[in-house]
């Protein structure tokens, strides 16, 4: 598994969001983000960790405080809650769409949307659209778009929520091997324990709105990780430690 480096990705200095009706989403919230590494958002529905996360991206500006992004920093790249894959293009060409947007010629963007989409495991679906693909292939097909630019920076908003457990154990691995394999950063927001201890490095448990850190845990797990793990008396442990955190919080 990639190790993250010394170099610091994104720092956040004292990052806090009241929107402009009063409601405070989030506490001041300082962290400091390595180059490469894996970042889990936990916290309960509503905790301001998703707020965070468009912070980050430059999607929405904090009330206070700053995101400070290393200058050497390359693209950013979004997945949401929702595919939002565009219904009259097949997957193909819903992949190849960021590099249409930046210019890059029609037979490169087609052999880097080829390439991702075999990595995605959707080899075989390229003409297919979307209305043609389950929940989790239309997943695949999201993250394949986000990828395709080659990032330096993945933010993913709990991506897989909308799916069945076993698939979202699926699209889990497979995320995590694509990590490895391009050594980007990836911050990853979710309100399953589980799902954060399996795929981080590192995990940041929130308290109920307005959201405030309660714990920054670094997990002491295996690198390579499988769905073996999950049943691990150590994976246990990890997600008991998360879990202690949200239920403090939600206590106090």
Excluded at 21 to 40: D, H, K, N, Y
Excluded at 124 to 138: C, E, I, N, T, V
Excluded at 183 to 189: L, N
Aim: glycine residues 8%.
């Amino acid at each position: 598994m990639s190790q993250f480096s010394g170099r610091i990705a994104i720092a956040l200095d004292n990052v806090a969001m009241t929107f402009p009706r009063g409601t405070q989403a989030l506490r001041p919230v300082s962290l400091q983000i390595a180059a490469g590494q894996f970042l889990c958002l936990l916290g309960p529905s509503g905790c301001g960790k998703s707020t965070l996360l468009r912070i980050i991206a430059g999607l929405q500006m904090p009330s206070a405080g700053e995101v400070i992004r290393d200058d050497g920093a390359g693209s950013v790249s979004f997945v949401f809650q929702d595919a939002h894959l565009l219904p009259w293009r097949n997957i193909s060409r819903n992949v190849t769409l960021p590099l249409e947007l930046a210019g890059i010629e029609k037979s490169t963007r087609r052999a880097r949307a080829s390439e991702m989409l075999e990595q995605v495991g959707l080899a075989d679906f390229q003409r297919h659209y979307p209305a043609q693909l389950s929940g989790g292939m239309k997943m695949r097909a999201s993250l394949a778009r986000a990828l395709v630019s080659n990032p330096s920076l993945l933010l993913l908003d709990e991506p897989f929520a909308a799916v069945d457990e076993m698939t979202r154990q699926k699209l889990d691995e497979q995320l995590l091997e694509l990590w490895r394999k391009r050594g980007m950063t990836v911050i990853f927001v979710t309100h399953s324990v589980a799902e954060a201890a399996f795929l981080g490095q590192r995990a940041v448990v929130f308290s109920p709105r307005p959201g405030r850190v309660l714990l920054d845990h670094v997990l002491d797990l295996p690198a390579q990780r499988n769905l073996a793990l999950r049943s691990d008396p150590q994976f246990a442990r990890e997600c008991g430690v998360l879990y202690q955190a949200l239920e403090q919080g939600g206590r106090a």
